[in-house]
């Protein structure tokens, strides 16, 4: 951890991953909430929220139990994510290893905890999505992601350089938009 924490190279690689995150979400209209970029701790946070949620209850009995947890302990809240919310997601998922693919030679090693996110929302999907709806999901979120980043190259560029130098959130967006190549997602 500490060999990849002083890493160039690694931290080059993890800032980018970041910023494909980042520009995919903001070129299709989703907010960025916060962003971390470090060897420690990676992530963008974005503002996306479910089209629904049910409340499920896991009592089965009407009547109270005097041993049995309060309400709230059994109750449990299932977001649902709508197809479309759902091809967002995808996208802005597959957004981080496509940024390393363009970037570092073809090579891309981040992304499978986005793909494990990714595919832990695609089971909260309504209506649900059979296995080969899901792939496809997830293949067109990395050509959706692939052409944006391919379309949005300086803004990637200019990005990136942001977050290295761990500007802000309105800086970060401005250096997106000072770039001569931004052309937001028609979806």
């Given at each position: 951890?500490?060999r990849?924490?002083?890493?160039?190279?690694?931290?080059?690689?993890?800032?980018?991953?970041?910023?494909?995150?980042?520009?995919?979400a903001?070129?299709?209209?989703?907010?960025v909430?916060?962003?971390?970029?470090?060897?420690?701790s990676n992530?963008?946070s974005?503002?996306?929220?479910?089209?629904?949620?049910?409340?499920?209850?896991?009592?089965?009995?009407?009547?109270?139990?005097?041993?049995a947890?309060?309400s709230?302990?059994?109750e449990?809240?299932?977001?649902?994510?709508?197809?479309e919310?759902?091809?967002?997601?995808?996208?802005?998922?597959?957004?981080?290893?496509?940024?390393?693919?363009?970037?570092c030679a073809?090579s891309?090693?981040?992304?499978?905890?986005?793909?494990?996110?990714?595919?832990?929302?695609m089971?909260?999907?309504?209506?649900?999505?059979?296995s080969?709806?899901?792939?496809?999901?997830?293949?067109?979120?990395?050509?959706?992601a692939?052409?944006?980043?391919?379309?949005?190259?300086?803004?990637?560029?200019?990005l990136?350089?942001?977050?290295?130098?761990?500007d802000?959130?309105?800086?970060?967006?401005?250096?997106?938009?000072?770039?001569?190549?931004?052309?937001?997602?028609?979806?």
């Open positions: 951890l500490l990849r924490a002083t890493s160039e190279e690694f931290r080059e690689r993890l800032v980018r991953h970041e910023a494909g995150h980042f520009l995919v903001y070129l299709m209209g989703v907010a909430d916060t962003y971390r970029a470090n060897a420690i992530a963008v974005l503002s996306i929220r479910p089209a629904s949620s049910t409340l499920l209850s896991s009592s089965a009995s009407k009547q109270p139990d005097r041993d947890p309060t709230a302990a059994r449990l809240r299932i977001d649902r994510y709508s197809h919310q759902l091809d967002v997601l995808a996208a802005v998922s597959m957004a981080g290893v496509v940024s390393e693919l363009l970037c073809g891309g090693r981040g992304g499978y905890a986005d793909l494990m996110q990714l595919q832990s929302l089971q909260r999907a309504d209506p649900p999505l059979e080969r709806e899901v792939q496809q999901k997830v293949r067109w979120g990395a050509v959706r692939y052409t944006l980043l391919q379309q949005n190259r300086n803004a990637l560029d200019a990136t350089a942001a977050m290295f130098r761990r802000d959130i309105p800086a970060c967006i401005a250096a997106i938009e000072a770039a001569d190549d931004v052309l937001p997602d028609d979806y």
